[in-house]
């Protein structure tokens, strides 16, 4: 019979493999079913416990208490740290691989949030007014040299315009849109009594072959048909505004009359002047706010073929016309020098680079190319401050433009819709005709580059209607509601209701 040996062997259960969980006490014969304890000893603090446990007749594990009993626990349906697809590296790779989708929502959030449109508006009119006043002294100091007079006498008084635009500025962000709209009809008439001074022999004066200036004493002088884009556009809004109400607009002659005839009369005078870059804005205007109107499309294709034959007779019958549709891409010069300033544009831009050669390091604007400050101002900036610069100016643009139909398209009120809709489409469609001409993608039209280019007559409506834009974004509820929250009190109060009436955090 086999020597009894368990006196010499150790009352102790021998070590097993460290294991966690319930699993292992399952694999002890005997072992009982414990809820909540953990299993399986790994240290060797938790060993000289367990080998006291058993000697004393208790169950292994029942002594693992405090910190180290609560770090065993697990949650319910917790992974290993680091170890499977459901650990902290699939976790890594999850939020790495849903980087770009994130920074997608990050951005469509805070394009949606309700003071989008007002910060884009107010930031990108201030930036494209600011840059275009240090570039209308560096692209006008030597033409300015060139007629005897200081360097710094076209930026003078471009500054005074931005002076008196940011007055206007203020004044139509604060003003309530019933004040508009009952100034609109005065604003009318007296823009139509301008434009036709300007056709009075004695008051008118003609400037580039274009009778639509009016002399004010001075350095000063006044072109009424930059007033006339507003005064359509808010007329127009309120116009329609109104019969939309009354339900009369699914009627076409409500539609069309009296709001056509006044917009052709106004070509009409802007044409006796041979003004044609204002008449394709204007142009622009109408088509603009018939459409938001809800014109139906063979009426709109209509009046859009009786505009394109009357455009194209007016270019046929002129011959400085003609020559600036034959200038569209040239690279040449032409036997009579016709495409001088088209070519010269182009070469301005080439030069530029990346980065430009410098901010008043222009070579173009001495002598070679006219009218660097004003109808061609996009190409001294190309040339000075490269694609960089031309592509931020581009972009500000858009981003205007992006705020103004978000304005027209989330407003209840139909004056809004059609002001905002028509402030729009006329600085859009102006900065478009301005840099295509200068790309050499479009007819040279002689029109501004809105906000940015020389000339206080275009810049003072055009500042007017921006404040406009700016009051109709401050004027949705949305919008309402979170610059009240901006106000000191009013955040502070609401910051200690939610404190101690919220607890929860529940908004």
């Known amino acids: 019979m086999p020597a009894d040996d368990t006196a010499d062997r150790d009352p102790r259960p021998a070590p097993g493999p460290v294991r966690r969980g319930w699993g292992f006490l399952d694999a002890i014969p005997g072992a009982p079913a414990l809820a909540g304890a953990p299993g399986g000893v790994d240290t060797p603090e938790e060993r000289a416990h367990a080998g006291a446990d058993a000697r004393a007749g208790r169950p292994a594990g029942l002594a693992l208490r405090g910190r180290a009993a609560r770090g065993a626990r697990r949650r319910p349906g917790a992974t290993p740290r680091g170890g499977g697809k459901g650990g902290r590296g699939g976790a890594s790779r999850r939020q790495r691989g849903g980087g770009p989708r994130r920074f997608y929502e990050r951005m469509r959030r805070a394009w949606d949030r309700p003071l989008t449109a007002y910060y884009l508006i107010l930031g990108s009119g201030l930036l494209i007014t600011v840059l275009g006043l240090v570039m209308v002294y560096s692209a006008s100091m030597i033409y300015a040299l060139q007629l005897s007079l200081p360097a710094t006498y076209f930026f003078r008084k471009q500054f005074l315009a931005v002076v008196l635009g940011t007055g206007l500025l203020l004044l139509a962000s604060r003003m309530p849109i019933k004040l508009n709209r009952a100034l609109s009809y005065p604003l009318l008439v007296g823009t ?17 072959g274009n009778q639509n200036w009016i002399y004010l004493g001075g350095p000063f002088q006044l072109q009424p048909s930059e007033f006339g884009k507003l005064a359509l556009i808010l007329w127009g809004a309120d116009l329609l505004a109104r019969k939309q109400d009354k339900r009369l607009l699914t009627q076409w002659k409500h539609l069309l009359v009296p709001f056509v005839p ?32 809800g014109a139906p499309t063979r009426l709109f294709a209509g009046v859009l073929a009786v505009a394109g034959l009357i455009g194209f007779a007016l270019i046929k ?24 300033q088209a070519v010269h ?9 990346w980065f430009g050669s410098g901010l008043g390091a222009s070579v173009e604007k001495w002598g070679q190319l006219p009218e660097p400050h004003t109808d061609f101002i996009f190409a001294i900036t190309g040339e000075e401050l490269g694609l960089a610069g031309t592509l931020s100016v581009l972009a500000l643009f858009a981003a205007l433009g992006y705020a ?34 200068v790309l050499g993608l479009l007819p040279i ?34 919008a309402k509601a979170a610059l009240a929250m901006r106000r000191p009190g009013v955040r502070w109060k609401t910051m200690r209701r939610r404190v101690k009436k919220r607890p929860s955090g529940e908004r």
């Open 317 to 340: 019958t002129s011959e400085n016309r003609l020559s600036r549709f034959a200038c569209i891409g040239a690279i040449d010069l032409g036997p009579e020098g016709e495409c001088w």
């Open 404 to 437: 103004g139909i978000r304005v027209a398209g989330r407003t209840e009120d139909p004056f809004v819709r059609y002001a905002a809709g028509g402030v729009t489409t006329w600085v859009t469609v102006q900065a478009v005709i301005n840099i295509g001409a």
């Open 345 to 353: 544009g182009i070469y301005a831009l080439a030069s530029g680079g």
């Open 192 to 208: 139509v009594f301008l434009m036709v001074l300007v056709q009075v022999p004695g008051i008118g004066r003609s400037v580039n």
């Open 445 to 478: 039209a002689g029109v501004p580059l809105p906000l940015f280019s020389y000339g206080g007559s275009a810049l003072l409506p055009t500042m007017f209607a921006i404040g406009l834009l700016i009051a109709f974004a401050r004027e949705d509820p949305a």
């Open 262 to 293: 006044v917009a052709l009369m106004l070509l009409g005078l802007i044409m006796l002047g041979g003004d044609m870059g204002t008449a394709i804005i204007l142009s622009a205007i109408l088509f603009g706010l018939l459409w938001l109107a």
